[in-house]
């Protein structure tokens, strides 16, 4: 996939949210944008709700990537994981938007949602990973897409 082009970002002027996600995504790759999660993944998750869809279904995947490491900065491992899981069940909203991605990223999904001590995420503080999944399953079937 290639990194998103400025007319794929049609749409982002005027909101400030997706501005501001185009300020700090726009023209980078998945690995240049790294760093920015590790900076602060809860905006960087947060953005990607934000943005057109196209650019979007090119960085969810760097969002991805940044669940794959092995270690994290500053405990944000249990941050990071919460967050994407939430963020892939919220498409509910707009499954046409994910539609065209969520097979490669559905074994991403299960596999933070089947470790959630691997992230460090406190069952009390963040929720069951696993009902977050069965969550994520049950809309995919609402919505005819492969789980």
């Known amino acids: 996939m290639e990194i998103p082009s ?12 997706a501005e501001w996600a185009y300020k700090i995504f726009a023209g980078k790759s998945n690995d240049q944008v790294q760093a920015d999660f590790e900076r602060t993944v ?11 869809d196209r650019p979007f279904r090119y960085y969810i995947f760097g969002f991805k990537q940044y669940l794959e490491r092995t270690s994290f900065p500053n405990f944000d ?13 919220t498409l509910e909203e707009k499954p046409e938007r994910i539609r065209p991605v969520i097979g490669d990223l ?14 460090e995420a406190d069952e009390d503080i963040y929720g069951s990973f696993k009902e977050l999944l069965d969550s994520i399953e049950a809309h995919l079937r609402r919505h005819g897409m492969p789980d």
Do not use: H, K, T
Request: proline share 4%; glycine share 4%; net charge negative.
């Open 106 to 119: 559905m074994p991403c999904v299960r596999f933070v949602a089947n470790n959630q001590a691997l992230y």
């Open 42 to 52: 809860l905006e960087r998750a947060e953005e990607l709700w934000y943005m057109p």
């Open 6 to 17: 400025n007319d794929d970002w049609e749409g982002y002027q005027g909101d400030l949210d």
């Open 77 to 89: 491992s249990s941050d990071a994981a919460s967050s994407f899981l939430r963020l892939i069940e």
